[in-house]
């Protein structure tokens, strides 16, 4: 039997759990050590996982672990420090989106694993979401044609600030947020973007930062791609947190609804099954196709250390998808359309 590969999980905060859970659940990786500074936060998810070595010092934990793969979950203001240092300790760190809030960090992270020689995967888990891995496949197989047309659209109404208050204290929210993940899927599916303009909303009084978004884009291809995003959307039933899509192709249209219902049209007519995923024997409702994303990313995340997959998105990867991201900000505060090669040669 092959020993599992041994890892640290920084940041034992919300979205960790999902982590640990999945982490737990998959063969082929353990986490045998847990880190917050938050030593209370630390001590309870080591309890709550059966974890015996609980640290409150990342530069600690790297000084008494050795270490195969570091899975960082904390926000994106520590993430700079704790990738250059992961990087030197292990050969596969993962961290969690937004992966930085600047190039020049991001690009620091990517050369620091780099001449390090470790694998560096950004935790962007939309694209490994039954529903996109469904839609993928189809597209694989030639069901529709080359697409020339997507439309990625999450809005809801749901309460995301009792779990993660600091998403109405940030400057740059709803783009930062969920924003980098649409761009993540629209690249996966439609290739790059030649150009991009962008309209930001506030909405929510409440809320410091844009709280909804609209992005077109104009992709290399030809193609016309869509994201779009608001938290502040009133639908019944509530269809938080999932993303609704279309994707056309000159054989047919996938149509993906807010409730996970897949529908794939074509010239004989129109076919609908369930792409919703399963609920994980941890998981619950609503959450469960995200939970079930974060096992089938970290599955992944296996495969790269085991030497059976390239990161799938790496951090050189999601430069990219960061600079969409970051040309929407440019685009709606100058109400223009940003030329994405100019900002790539900037
Ligand atoms: N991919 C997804 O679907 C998804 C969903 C939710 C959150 N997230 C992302 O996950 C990250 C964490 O979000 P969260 O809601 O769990 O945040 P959180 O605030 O609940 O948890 C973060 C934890 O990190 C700890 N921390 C911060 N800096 C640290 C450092 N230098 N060393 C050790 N510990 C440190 C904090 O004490 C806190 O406990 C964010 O970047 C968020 O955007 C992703």
């Not at 704790?82 to 809030?101: D, G, N, R, Y």
């Not at 400057?171 to 930001?200: K, N, P, Q, W, Y």
């Not at 791609?225 to 249209?253: H, L, M, Q, R, W």
């Amino acid at each position: 039997m092959t020993q599992n590969m041994q890892g640290a999980l920084i940041g034992c905060g919300f979205f960790a759990q999902n982590h640990m859970n999945a982490w737990g659940a998959l063969d082929g990786a353990e986490i045998v050590a847990v880190c917050d500074l938050d030593l209370a936060k630390a001590k309870a998810m080591a309890a709550r996982f059966g974890i015996a070595r609980v640290y409150d010092s990342p530069e600690e934990l790297f000084r008494n672990e050795t270490l195969d793969f570091v899975d960082v979950v904390t926000t994106v203001d520590s993430h700079l420090p704790l990738v250059k240092l992961a990087s030197s300790h292990a050969k596969t760190v993962i961290c969690q989106k937004p992966f930085a809030e600047t190039m020049a960090d991001a690009q620091a992270m990517v050369d620091a694993a780099k001449d390090a020689g470790a694998h560096l995967i950004v935790h962007e888990n939309f694209r490994w979401q039954k529903p996109f891995l469904d839609m993928k496949a189809l597209i694989e197989e030639g069901v529709i044609g080359p697409p020339h047309f997507a439309h990625f659209s999450f809005r809801h109404g749901y309460d995301n600030y009792v779990n993660q208050p600091y998403l109405a204290e940030i400057e740059r929210f709803a783009i930062m947020d969920v924003g980098l993940h649409l761009f993540d899927v629209a690249r996966h599916f439609m290739g790059e973007a030649a150009s991009l303009s962008c309209s930001t909303q506030s909405l929510n009084p409440a809320v410091r930062g844009e709280d909804a978004f609209t992005a077109l884009m104009k992709m290399e291809t030809g193609a016309t791609c869509i994201c779009d995003c608001s938290f502040y959307s009133k639908f019944s039933p509530e269809p938080f947190p999932n993303t609704a899509a279309v994707i056309e192709g000159s054989e047919g249209t996938l149509h993906l609804d807010r409730y996970n219902q897949l529908t794939v049209h074509s010239t004989s007519g129109a076919v609908t099954r369930n792409a919703d995923a399963e609920v994980p024997d941890w998981g619950a409702k609503p959450w469960h196709c995200v939970q079930d994303s974060v096992m089938n990313f970290q599955r992944h995340a296996i495969d790269v250390m085991n030497g059976r997959a390239e990161p799938h998105p790496s951090g050189e990867d999601n430069l990219k998808t960061m600079t969409l991201a970051l040309a929407a900000y440019d685009a709606a505060e100058q109400a223009k359309t940003v030329d994405i090669a100019s900002c790539v040669e900037a």
